[in-house]
């Protein structure tokens, strides 16, 4: 790094934060040409929100999908797109260049690092009864990878969420986890093949890490972006938030960034990109944008991720759009735990509703998780209120599948779980109905009168309300073990259950407007020179959540995109 005169540390292109699209954007920069990049990170923690979640990728035509024969096209894809996202949300170009560019990335990473995907063979889009929509193959989770392969740096990775660990401690991938929480055929070979490989992973333990030594999920796509940045020398610098960006002329040419105490001020040679999370913990922030009610507590995301970026964007006059939203996804916040679980699959299962203060359903609890929670706030008011929420359940069902930190009963009964869960208002336990329902504060006629109309449901296969199950997404966590319909089952035996959910996220989704190269848009319709904005302190390319990594795949890709424009690189 050469200093110049008012200068600390002088870089041709500096990325702040470390999740999949800095990493990406920033090992593309190196191997486009422009090798001198700084990544710097605010929390002493690198990954981010990528880090924590379940590594999903979604990229039609990838590699991988093409590779298992996938029956896909780019404009199968356009079209799926087209119908899903609404025309005012996104312009038709950044479409056009996700479709085209998004495999390119993958390719690029691919044949140059050691990144690595596994395709979803059975994981569906999202929106399954959409024209263009596919049934599988256009998600990629990351290929698993051992911690002991990132040199000493696997101290420094944030984990994904403990919800995708066993016992907090065993990571196992999305395909993994669909089979063991429903407890499918083959779970308990899994789970003791996991288990086992923990156990008599000696070395590893006499090393002293609590962790298993195989990473999966999301912490296993960072590592391996951190991997290739280590292979080729790339500095990462922890515990250092930037505090603001430098602009001399109109143009971006550096920041401010705090260091070890100090603060130092970092040029930027030929650019800076923003890829530093959105605006998910700034409470107040939350309720200036997002719809209410809202709290920070609910979200899934980084804590750091408090918008930094947005707000530097907005000083700077950066055009804004979609500030309003998030990548919602309802969340379980359990007594004693350091974060909240995405409630995805527990929902979904057969035999559980979730329902209102009124004790009545109001929303599909099958269909993806975004579109899950649009509805709640639609339907949400004073009048009618659906916050709080609760997931009803009985014995059967608690029997038979993996519920959040109730796991089920066979692993941890009901005299094991910890008594604050009654007592903090989290967790409920009756032997009728209408007990239960006194114990949530919850209508008892209301939730007894839809619980019958449920059962009647479950018996005949159909959904009359909601239509729970009629869609290839609905059935993907549901149980092919039920008959006539794999999410309908009755809730009959006693004791009865109920758990909270809240209307939760794992990030916002909002922020600054950019070009197909990723620019930053200035509000007069300029872009700023020498800012590139990535990820969720970005506008969303893919908003409502088509498929599976809908975050992810958009982040590295228009971090791929920033990086040929401040290159020059040609394809």
Known sequence: MAVQENWDESVDVLVVGSGNGGMTAALCCYEMGSEDVLLIEKSDLYGGTSSISGGGV??????????????????NAKTYLMN????????????????????????????RTQVRYVTLEHYPDYYSDQ???????????????????LRGEHKRLRRTHHMMHLFGLIGFTQ??????????????????????????????RLFGDKYARRLATGCAGVARLRLSMLDRDMPLWLNSPMQSLITEDGRVVGAVVERDGKTVRVQARKAVILAAGGFEHNQEMREKYLPQPTDHRWS???????????????RLGAKMHMLDSAWWCTTISVPGEP?????????????????????????????????YQIETFEKHSDEYPCVPSWQIFDASFRASYMVGPLYNSKFRPDWALPKRFEKEGFFAKAETISELAEKIDVDAAGLEKTIEKFNGYAATGKDLDLQRGDTVYDRYYG??????????????????????????????????????????????????????????????VL??????????GPAMTFGYQAAKHITGWQE
């Open 543 to 552: 908003p409502n959540y088509p498929g599976p990594g809908s975050t992810l």
């Open 175 to 204: 395909v993994e986890a669909a089979l063991l929480m429903a407890q499918m055929p083959g779970w308990f070979s899994l789970a003791f093949k996991l288990i086992a490989g923990y156990i008599l992973d000696i070395p590893w």
């Open 131 to 149: 024209q263009g929509s596919m049934p599988g193959h256009r998600s990629m989770e990351p290929e698993t990878i051992n911690a002991s392969e």
């Open 300 to 314: 899934g995301g980084a804590p750091e991720n408090v918008g930094d970026a947005i707000n530097e964007g907005l």
């Open 58 to 75: 979604w990229v039609p035509c990838n590699r991988y999908a093409m590779a298992a024969g996938a029956d896909d096209s780019p404009e």
């Open 339 to 371: 974060s909240p679980r995405l409630s995805i699959m527990e929902k979904s299962y057969p035999g559980t509703i979730v329902v209102n203060t009124a004790g009545e359903r109001f929303s599909n609890e099958s269909q993806n998780y975004m579109a």
């Open 479 to 540: 149980d092919p073990r039920v008959e006539p319909n794999p999410c309908l089952a009755p809730i009959m035996q006693a004791p009865f259950y109920a758990m909270k959910v809240d209307p939760g996220d794992f990030g916002t989704q909002g922020g600054m407007v950019v070009t197909a190269n990723a620019e930053v848009v200035h509000e007069s319709g300029d872009t700023i020179p020498g800012l590139y904005a990535i990820g969720n302190c970005s506008a969303p």
């Open 84 to 111: 899903c996202i609404p025309a005012d949300r996104v312009p038709e170009h950044m479409i056009d260049t996700y479709i085209e560019q998004a495999p390119k990335m993958v390719d690029f990473l691919h044949e």
